[in-house]
T-cell receptor, first 113, second 112 residues
Framework: EDQVTQSPEALRLQEGESSSLNCSYT??????LFWYRQDPGKGPEFLFT???AGEEKEKERLKATLTKKESFLHITAPKPEDSATYLC??????????????FGSGTQLTVLP | NAGVTQTPKFQVLKTGQSMTLQCAQD?????MSWYRQDPGMGLRLIHY???????DQGEVPNGYNVSRSTTEDFPLRLLSAAPSQTSVYFC???????????FGDGTRLSIL
């Protein structure tokens, strides 16, 4: 059974204090990994897709990286507006070509001014 | 750009009542899904559809029904509400199985 584990569950940073969030997965044959951001009272918002080990994607202060066993979301010099819950997800085995996503429980990031 | 629209945003039901959560998307996406989100449990798949007329069960389908008569709409029906179904429900859509999903802003449902 595919599993996705995110750590830490919660992270508090001072503004400007860089850090990384972790997403580890156990899937047979990775078919991509997705990162989402979720603000309170809102649905998840897509950030990145990574398809192969060694791939990196960047957006403003965020950089996502992928290895064969895990993905990291690096946050450089975060600002209070980066506070949110960050979710990762992987597609499951092909079943009628649906490849539904398995989500991790998320990391709740708080950036203090 | 409306994207994925869910209604209602909030709902309170009594045990045993039935209701339908509405989901509509205007992006002509073939794939649509329903998730529930509970504290510490993450997003769990209830039902999904890969096109009009085609639906299938996800991880937690019991107590819920779906249908997909059009590409745009994917309603979720609670047959007989139970307190365990208190949750936040999200609808999502995507163009293909390897593409990211677009989510609505959710329906917050409380069952008393």
């Amino acid at each position: 059974e595919d599993q996705v584990t995110q750590s830490p569950e919660a992270l508090r940073l001072q503004e400007g204090e860089s850090s990384s969030l972790n997403c580890s997965y156990t899937v047979s044959g990775l078919r991509g990994l997705f990162w989402y951001r979720q603000d309170p009272g809102k649905g998840p918002e897509f950030l990145f897709t990574l398809y192969s080990a060694g791939e990196e994607k960047e957006k403003e202060r965020l950089k996502a990286t992928l290895t064969k066993k895990e993905s990291f979301l690096h946050i450089t010099a975060p600002k209070p507006e980066d506070s949110a819950t960050y979710l990762c997800a992987v597609p499951g085995p092909s079943s009628g070509s649906a490849r539904q996503l398995t989500f991790g429980s998320g990391t709740q990031l708080t950036v203090l001014p | 750009n409306a994207g994925v629209t869910q209604t209602p945003k909030f709902q309170v039901l009594k045990t045993g009542q039935s209701m339908t959560l509405q989901c509509a998307q205007d992006m002509n996406h073939e794939y649509m899904s329903w998730y529930r989100q509970d504290p510490g449990m993450g997003l769990r798949l209830i039902h999904y559809s890969v096109g009009a007329g085609i639906t299938d069960q996800g991880e937690v389908p019991n107590g819920y029904n779906v249908s997909r008569s059009t590409t745009e709409d994917f309603p979720l029906r609670l047959l007989s509400a139970a307190p365990s179904q208190t949750s936040v429900y999200f609808c999502a859509s995507r163009t293909a199985s390897n593409q990211p999903q677009h989510f609505g802003d959710g329906t917050r449902l409380s069952i008393l």
